[in-house]
């Protein structure tokens, strides 16, 4: 789940790096927080190489099923951020006015086609890997796509 959530965090920071009307230090923080992504990636793919290749076949297709899954409950923290149980008790300076919370709360429940796409986007490079190593199949696609983690 670490590789998952490095692939999707370093998607952001590259964006989030690239856009003009960021505040530099932003950038900056952005900058290095791309590089130690990368190398969290980099040792994930290596392991997930080694290891995926030589796992047994229960442990592959058990991955195989479960992995989607992961995927959906890290883009969920990552595009559909949760209010904390805290937050209704938080200062008023705090808070969002109610009807932008009542707003953000809406935009979370429609199915939105912007965020479907970059949903994808941020998992593109994910998904080509795994593909890559086998752990994606053409069985397993059928459950990415429905769930619209790949294209159609």
Known sequence: SGFMYACVGSYIARATRQDAGVHPIVRRN?????????????????YLTRHFRTAGA?????????????????????????????????PAHLKFRPE??????????????ARAALRRESLRRLVAFLEEIGAITPSTRR??????????
């Open 143 to 152: 459950e990415w796509r429905w769930l619209g983690l790949m294209e159609a």
């Open 30 to 46: 952005m900058e290095a927080h791309s590089i130690e992504e990368g190398r969290h990636i980099a040792y994930a793919r290596e």
């Open 58 to 90: 229960l442990r592959k297709w058990h991955a195989r099923l479960a992995t989607p899954i992961g995927v959906i409950q890290i883009l969920d923290g990552f595009y559909r951020p949760r209010w904390t149980k805290g937050y209704d008790a938080a």
């Open 100 to 113: 932008v919370k009542a707003a953000i709360t809406a935009a979370r429940r429609e199915r939105n086609p």
